[in-house]
C-alpha cells in the first residue's frame, strides 16, 4: 500500500476550472472579487463580510511605493480633467467634478497624515453543495454586497489565478499587479473586522453582559436626555426571542437595575413571571386575572392619556373623544366580530350614559373621580330603556337589540373582570399588573383584559418629574385577532412616551403578529420608535417576519436561528452588536422562580 503524504491527505479529490466558477472535488465554488467600495467606509467595516454565512474571505494588501503612487495619481487627475472638459451631459459631468473632489481629498489627506498606502484586495469564495445552491447563494451574496455599496464579480478565465492568490503556498500570481484598489493604512486598519467599539453608557446604567469581543456591556436605556448620539432618540426597548431564548431573564435585569435607580416602573405580566420580583423589592402585585374582590378597573372609566398638570377645562373635548375610541378598542378584543352599525351603537349609547352622569365635552376630568363613572350595569340600564321607546319593528331596534345581547355577557359572566368601579390603590413605585388565571382561559376575555389594563398602566407613565418604565410583556397579545384600534393604541404609546420622560420595554416571542398584513403599518410604527432592539433566537419563518418590521441583513438572519440562550443581536441606535447576556448567581435568585434562565 503506497505510503499517504500530508499533500496527498489535505488535497481535494479534483478541481475542474470553468469560465467563472469550479469544482472541488463533488464542491461547486465561486470566487468573487470586491471591485468597487463605498467613499465612506466606518469602522469595522469588513465584519459585515467576514459574517456572510457560508463564504470565506481572503484580503491581501500590498505596500505601494510613493513614486508608483504619485505618477498613479497624476495621471488619473489628468483623466479626469479631459473627461470633464469633453464631457457635454451635465449629469455625467457632476459625477466626474465628484470623483475629482474625492481623489482631492485623498491626496490631501496623504499629505497631512503622511500615511502609507496598500492595495487592497478583497476575494470572496463562495461554496455549495450543488449548482442550484451556488447560483442562490451568488445572488444573495451580490444583493448583499450591492446593499453595503459594493460592488464584486467572479473574474472570467481567471479563477485558478484568483485561488492561487489566495493561498499562501502558490508563487505570486499576474493578476496580482491589475487587481486592488489603493487604500491608506488609516482606513486599511479601521477596516478590519477586529476594531471592537462595545457599549459604555456615561450614567445611570446596566451591566447586560459581554460583547463577542469580551467587552463589558454597559447599558443606559435614558441615555438620550444626557447625550444625543448614535439615533439613540428615546428610551424605548423590544425584546424578542423564542420562549427560553433568555428574553424575560434580560428584561428582569434591566428592571432590577431601574429598582436601583429609582425610577418608577409599571409592568403588565400576563403570565405573573414578576410576582417574586415585586415582593422582593417591595412592589405591588396585582392579579387581575382573578377578578372582583382582588381588584377591577373599569372599562368606562375615562383614563385621561396626559399627565394631569397639561389638563385644564377645555381638555375634555378631546379626553372624552380618545377614551371613546379606546372603548371602541376593547369591544373588538372582547367581540372580535362586532358588527361595525353595533359598534356605532355602543358608542351613541356611552356618551348617553355618560351625560346621565353629568361627563360630557366640557367635562374637566382633574375633578372627576373613579366612583362617579358609570359601570356596564349603568350602560345595560340605558340599552333597555332605549329598547323600551321603541315598540315598533325598525332597523334603529334590530341595532339595539343585537347591542344587548352584545352587552349581556358584561353584567353576568364577565362582570367579575369589568362590571364595577376601578378599586387599585397603590402608591408604590413598582407595581405589576398580572392576568395569569386567565392565560389559559377564553382568549377574547384576556385580550379584553389585557388591553384594559395597559390602558389604565398608561395613565400611570406620565410623571414627567421622574423617569417611568412602561413594561409589556407577551406584547404580541396586543395584536390578537388583527385588532387595529388596539395595535394603533400601542404604537401612540409608543411615540409619545419620550414626552413624558418614559421609557417601553415591548416583550414578544411573535414578531410575526406585528408583520400581519392588517396592522403592518402599526406594527412597524411600534418598531420604528424604539431606539433598540435585542433580538434573540427565533425561528425561521419568525425571523422572516421580523425582516418586514426592522433591517436585517443574510448574516444576521442566519445567526439569529442559532443563537444560544443568553445570545442575541443588540441594535443599539445605529449600532449593532452580538452580545451574551451575563448574570449574577445573585441576580438570577432576586428574580425569584418565574420564568427565565
Not at 410 to 432: L, M, P
Request: glycine share 8%.
Amino acid at each position: 500500500m503506497a505510503k499517504s503524504t500530508l499533500k496527498s491527505e489535505v488535497a481535494p479529490k479534483g478541481l475542474n476550472f470553468r469560465i467563472n466558477q469550479f469544482n472541488i472535488g463533488d464542491k461547486f465554488a465561486t470566487i468573487f472579487t470586491v471591485i468597487e467600495f463605498p467613499s465612506i467606509i466606518g469602522p469595522g467595516y469588513l465584519s459585515n463580510i467576514s459574517a456572510i454565512p457560508g463564504a470565506k474571505v481572503v484580503v491581501k494588501h500590498i505596500p505601494i511605493e510613493l513614486a508608483v503612487m504619485q505618477k498613479a495619481i497624476n495621471k488619473e487627475v489628468a483623466e479626469l480633467k479631459e473627461e470633464y472638459q469633453k464631457e457635454s451631459d451635465l449629469t455625467f459631468k457632476e459625477r466626474i467634478r465628484n470623483d475629482y473632489e474625492s481623489l482631492d481629498n485623498f491626496v490631501s489627506m496623504l499629505a497631512s497624515t503622511q500615511s502609507k498606502v496598500f492595495d487592497f484586495q478583497l476575494h470572496i469564495m463562495v461554496v455549495a453543495d450543488s449548482q442550484e445552491e451556488l447560483d442562490h447563494r451568488k445572488v444573495q451574496i451580490k444583493n448583499y454586497l450591492t446593499s453595503l455599496q459594493m460592488r464584486a464579480i467572479p473574474l472570467m478565465f481567471e479563477q485558478e489565478k484568483v485561488l492561487k492568490s489566495m493561498i499562501p503556498v502558490f508563487p505570486k500570481q499576474d493578476i496580482e499587479e491589475r487587481m486592488g484598489i489603493p487604500v491608506p493604512a488609516p482606513t486599511m486598519a479601521a477596516m478590519y473586522p477586529y476594531v471592537f467599539d462595545s457599549i459604555k453608557d456615561s450614567g445611570k446604567g446596566t451591566l447586560l453582559g459581554m460583547d463577542s469581543s469580551g467587552g463589558v456591556v454597559l447599558f443606559n436605556q435614558f441615555l438620550y436626555q444626557t447625550k444625543k448620539e448614535h439615533n439613540r432618540n428615546n428610551a424605548n426597548v423590544i425584546i424578542l426571542g423564542t420562549s427560553g431564548s433568555g428574553k424575560s431573564t434580560t428584561a428582569k435585569l434591566l428592571l432590577r437595575g431601574h429598582i436601583r435607580n429609582g425610577y418608577q416602573i409599571i409592568c403588565i405580566d400576563p403570565e405573573g413571571e414578576l410576582e417574586s420580583m415585586a415582593k422582593t423589592y417591595g412592589g405591588s402585585f396585582v392579579d387581575l386575572g382573578k377578578g372582583g374582590s382582588y381588584g377591577m378597573i373599569n372599562p368606562l372609566e375615562i383614563v385621561a392619556d396626559t399627565e394631569e398638570g397639561d389638563m385644564d377645562a377645555k381638555s375634555g373635548n378631546s379626553i372624552l373623544t380618545s377614551a371613546l375610541q379606546s372603548v371602541r378598542a376593547f369591544m373588538k378584543y372582547y367581540i372580535p366580530d362586532i358588527e361595525d352599525d353595533v359598534l356605532q351603537m355602543f358608542s351613541e349609547v356611552l356618551q348617553e350614559t355618560y351625560k346621565r352622569f353629568g361627563i360630557d365635552y366640557d367635562t374637566d376630568f382633574t375633578k372627576v373621580k373613579s366612583e362617579n363613572f358609570p359601570t356596564f350595569d349603568d350602560l345595560y340600564t340605558t340599552v333597555k330603556g332605549k329598547l323600551i321607546s321603541m315598540p315598533e319593528a325598525t332597523r334603529e331596534r334590530d341595532v339595539m337589540e343585537r347591542l344587548e345581547l352584545r352587552v349581556r355577557p358584561f353584567i353576568n359572566e364577565a362582570r367579575y373582570y369589568f362590571n364595577g368601579h376601578t378599586t387599585i390603590a397603590s402608591d408604590s413605585n413598582f407595581i405589576v399588573f398580572s392576568i395569569k388565571n386567565l392565560m389559559n382561559g377564553d382568549a377574547n376575555t384576556r385580550n379584553a383584559l389585557f388591553f384594559n389594563i395597559l390602558k389604565y398602566a398608561w395613565s400611570l407613565s406620565l410623571d414627567k418629574r421622574v423617569n417611568s418604565v412602561m413594561y409589556v410583556d407577551e406584547a404580541h397579545v396586543l395584536l390578537a385577532g388583527n385588532n387595529e384600534l388596539g395595535a394603533e393604541y400601542l404604537a401612540q404609546m409608543q411615540r409619545r412616551a419620550r414626552k413624558y420622560n418614559t421609557g417601553t420595554i415591548i416583550i414578544t416571542q411573535q414578531p410575526t403578529d406585528f408583520a400581519s398584513p392588517q396592522v403592518i403599518t402599526q406594527g412597524k410604527a411600534i418598531f420604528d420608535n424604539a431606539s433598540y432592539y435585542l433580538v434573540m433566537g427565533l425561528k425561521k419563518q419568525a425571523v422572516e417576519d421580523l425582516a418586514k418590521l426592522i433591517d436585517l441583513n443574510d448574516a444576521e438572519k442566519e445567526s439569529i436561528k442559532s443563537y444560544s440562550q443568553g445570545r442575541g443581536l443588540f441594535v443599539c441606535g445605529s449600532r449593532r452588536m452580538i452580545i451574551d447576556v451575563v448574570l449574577t448567581q445573585d441576580e438570577l435568585d432576586s428574580f425569584g422562580g418565574g420564568g427565565g434562565l
